[in-house]
């Protein structure tokens, strides 16, 4: 008998070898497994005769094998395998490519089921069929095929697991259900919404009965998905009336107060006026920080909308009350330039900024841990390495967290353990629509920054193909001549960073050895050393570089006000948050701005969105509902640092009306006498045991 817990090993047909693919992809337990969810279904129950075929018709016949030739073609490496069946009514051919191991499987008198896309050509006699789908079926009849003749389901590889073993895996567990899947719906709630339980569901969801309709299962509004759906947001919405309350039950802090002296120390370090909406924001920060409840907010605001400025004079409030600052990001390219900003503001009014960067020398880093420790040090910049490892404040009064969708789920819940009982400040552009970000932080305190500094130019955005990349370096060289500088950024896909490495590197060979030999040309990218990475960046910020040649490092925070072209080749790879994050690069200066995206041909209709988006409008908020619209949120919930999306199912945007259900019987819940039941209390700590880390909610106490 499975157990949701049993080692994925110990299952028929997986074995050492597939365990550790699997291992690989996060699925170590039977219930692992159960939640890998297909990612669509094919619809193989059409069964007909083969006399009943026609052309270019998708079913599933079942035919006795009569011959299987394998042969070679003209190309090397390369062979046909062709079988040949019958049923009463007439012959088919089956052509498989490259797959001579079929010849052990369908030996002549076996049955087979067959499924594809069944064609009939002038000359041929039998309908035939190529890279058919098949299923040897099993001579007993005992078991209900599993890969034709039904709907199935198809699972996206994971590693050497095709999708045809995974459906066989699964369904043996599905066919074994353990009787332990855990139930975490109330029954009432199952009730109201009709919901099947979790264990039925998860079986439908696998494998649709016979005669469901696959409409409902590609709109995910089969019961079986609603159901999977509904508790995944219900579990979310109760870890974050539960991360709610517990905000509310931190342990009171001191208080910071602004005083005359503090306002003074503000005036004398501010460069510049703030914006109306800088101000308003800085009032509720300043409210939070005089209040003992720690705070915890976040702060939305476009690139450029100056984010920066309003987290340095939080921190001159709590510096000035006698507490320290972490200042954390993304990246140590933005800890370097935030370090430097930073310091530059706050050295005049005699506050001690410093930068904990991962890469200094171990003695260094001793000492300015010590100062640390022992409250030498106001502000702290650096990366999440700040929460990691061995750092200790004498007394930590506000952790800042830029750039905050960047960081991981993990390395978020190792911070509010960290930073415990402190103030937090989350600082994030805007890659998340706002209404999104209601619910995906609603235990958060939301602030938006929808203003941009006075004097800003608008950005004009153009696209330009590929065959005009003449006219394009023209530009670059005419912005440079102008006394200006520029971002050409090259793209970086995961698939083959080597690949694209070299087209950057060779791109950049074109540009400093051609048209703009008599420029100052600089390369960066990700391989480039730390030491000389920074090397490069500053010069190119003290204006000492015309044109810096990037892959996307260049995408998050980078300052450079005399910048005012950017450049991106193959901007149809790119995703729009983050083209949007690239433009708004340059337009941070006064001078006007431009955007070029260097597109190549073909793209997909996505990319063309995508570009349309980039063209049509210039406000991040905007964009992020597109790029919702576009590609559905999941990878705004995705760490991609530590790889696990926060949901396996639910999708926001798709499931809007699911959510608001959930959402209302989740406060419900938490409000209601039963969470104070056994039972009820039971589910909290089901709750928290297994979401816990996913959602955040392992915080310290
Ligand atoms: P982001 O919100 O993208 O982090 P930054 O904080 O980097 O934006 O600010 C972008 C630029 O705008 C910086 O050069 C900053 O000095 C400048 N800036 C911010 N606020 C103002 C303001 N009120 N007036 C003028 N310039 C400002
Ligand atoms: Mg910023």
Redesign the pocket.
Known sequence: MLDITTPIQFVKGVGPKKAAALAKAGIRTVYDLLLYLPFRYEDRSRRLKVAELEAGQEATVEVVVQSLHIRKTRRRNFTLVEMMGKDETGSVKAVWFNQDYLKDTLTQGRKVLLFGKFERSGFSLFPEVTNPQFEVVDSSGEDAPTHAGRIVPVYERIGAMSPKVLRRVLHFLVVGMPRNVPELLPDDIRSRHELPTHAEALEKVHFPDEGSELDLYARFRAPAQRRLIFEELFVFFLAQGLRRARNQELPKRRSFRVDDRIREVVRKILP????GA?REVLKVIAEDLESTVPMRRLVQ?D???????VGVLASVIVIENGAQVAFMVPTELLAEQHFQNIHRLLEPAGIEVALLSSRLKKADRDARVAAIAAGDVDLVVGTHALIQEDVSFKELGLAIIDEQHRFGVVQRAELRQKGYGCDLLFMT?TPIPRSLAMSLYGDLDNSVLDEL??GRPTIRTERVSSGHIDRVFRTIEAEIAAGHQVYYVCPLVEESEKMDLKAAVERYESLAKGVLRHRRVALVHGRVAPPEREEVMAAFRSGAVDLLVATSVVEV?V?V?NATLIVIEHAERFGLSQLHQLR?RVG?GTAPSTAILLTYDPTTDEAEKRLAAMLETNDGFVIAERDLGIRGPGEYFGTRQSGTPLFRIADFSRDRQILEEAKREASFFLRSAESRTPSGQRLLRQVIDQWGERFDLVEAG
Request: net charge positive; charged share 20%.
């Open positions: 510049f006026r703030l914006t800088q605001g690139v450029g909308s100056g984010k920066t400025i552009a500094p006075p925070g300052d006000p708004g941070r």
